[in-house]
Each structure stands twice: as structure tokens, then as C-alpha cells.
């Protein structure tokens, strides 16, 4: 079956660093990928859907210039967040989508900015 | 809040079954999934229903859909232990990006 590989599990980083979390898709071609942000106890929330080679969209009220997503191929999408701060501690989780392949999620990142 | 919304919590004992609630919106919604998230990991896929369809059954689990109220469960027959997680149901208005409810914390008890 479809397998995405997302690195690192979890990143403990100082306050003003930038981090970036990496998103594969093993075995197919995702031609579309979406990141997500999950608080404690808290829903999945959107915050951007990039396809291949194409500006990542974003959601209302995420700032496209702090999280800086890049789709450069079909099987690899990052997600940068600069100049962290510890309100961006939470669980980040990318979903990939190809022909023929349904929505395939990652193993989610957990970031703690301290 | 969000547009799916599910119960928060659903505490049953091991051996019986549990049902999961879930209330859509969008009834253009071509399919309609119900992941599983364990703590700390990403999320599963269980299964998904089509939406002309009114029940799938795989294996322990059994998805009803009715779309008149917009309204969809999960039945987990014999549940185990093992199934103690979170359960969040989505839907794809638009039939692009998946939109989830709020999640759904199973708790089993031995």
C-alpha cells in the first residue's frame, strides 16, 4: 500500500531557529500534499495544499511567509517553519494524494520550541 | 468549531461493541472516511464509504451512512483493547482536501 514517510518524528529547537520537516511518498507519485497542525486534544486543522511544481495555497490565517512549504517534486514536500516560537510548538502532520491514491498520511512531527 | 462534528468521548469494555457518531455538512461529499489515531503518531485509515452506498462492512467494522440527516458511524464489533484510540471522521467538500471533525477518544476497558 501507499506509504508516507514524514522526518523527523520530533524536533526540540531554540526560539528564532528554523526547522524543517520533510514529507515522502514512497511508492507513488503525490501529486497533491497537504500539511496539517493538531494541538493537544484538538482536530487536524489545515494549513496549506501544494501540488507538484506550483505556490503552495494556503489556509485563512497562516502566515505563508513563517511556514514555507515546497513541492518541488512528486514525491518530496517540505514544510519550513521560521523564526520559530514556542506558540509554534505543536504536531505537524503532512497527507499525500497521487493517481489512483487516496489521502496517505505520515507519522506526524512533533516540534517544541523552546 | 468545526464543520463535522463528532462526540468527544466513548468509554466501553472490552468484548463489546462501540459506535462512533459523526454529523457532515457538505452533501456533495463524494466519499467519507474514519481514520484512527493512536498517541503520537499520524493517522490510519479504517475505511470509507462511497457516498451512494448506505453500509460497508470490513471485518470488525461496519459504516452507516445516511444522508438525508448527514450522518455517519462507526461500529466496531468485539472491541479490543488495542482499539483505544482517537477516531475522527472527514468528509471532502469540494472533493479536494479532507475536512475532520473533531475526533472521537475510544477508551476500552479491560
Known amino acids: 500500500g501507499a506509504v508516507v514517510s514524514q522526518h523527523p518524528s520530533w524536533v526540540i529547537c531554540k526560539s528564532g531557529t528554523s526547522v524543517k520537516i520533510e514529507c515522502r511518498s514512497l511508492d507513488f507519485q503525490a501529486t497533491t500534499m497537504f500539511w496539517y497542525r493538531q494541538f493537544p486534544k484538538q482536530s487536524l486543522m489545515l494549513m496549506a495544499t501544494?501540488?507538484?511544481?506550483?505556490?503552495?495555497t494556503y489556509e485563512q490565517g497562516v502566515e505563508k511567509d513563517k511556514f514555507l512549504i515546497n513541492h518541488a517534486s512528486l514525491t518530496l514536500s517540505t514544510l519550513t517553519v521560521t523564526s520559530a516560537h514556542p506558540e509554534d510548538s505543536s504536531f505537524y502532520i503532512c497527507s499525500a494524494r497521487g493517481w489512483g491514491y487516496g489521502y496517505t498520511f505520515g507519522s506526524g512531527t512533533r516540534l517544541t520550541v523552546v | 468549531g468545526e464543520d463535522v462534528e463528532q462526540s468527544l468521548f466513548l468509554s466501553v469494555r472490552e468484548g463489546d461493541s462501540s459506535v462512533i457518531n459523526c454529523t457532515y455538512t457538505?452533501?456533495?461529499?463524494?466519499?467519507l472516511y474514519w481514520y484512527k489515531q493512536e498517541p503520537g503518531a499520524g493517522l490510519q485509515l479504517l475505511t470509507y464509504i462511497f457516498s451512494n452506498m448506505d453500509m460497508k462492512q470490513d471485518q470488525r467494522l461496519t459504516v452507516l451512512l445516511n444522508k438525508k440527516d448527514k450522518h455517519l458511524s462507526l461500529r466496531i464489533a468485539d472491541t479490543q483493547t488495542g482499539d483505544s484510540a482517537i477516531y475522527f471522521c472527514?468528509?471532502?467538500?469540494?472533493?479536494?482536501?479532507?475536512?475532520f471533525g473533531g475526533g472521537t477518544r475510544l477508551m476500552v476497558k479491560p
Open positions: 457538505d452533501s456533495s461529499s463524494t466519499y
Open positions: 501544494s501540488n507538484e511544481g506550483s505556490k503552495a
Open positions: 472527514a468528509e471532502t467538500p469540494g472533493g479536494n482536501m479532507l475536512t
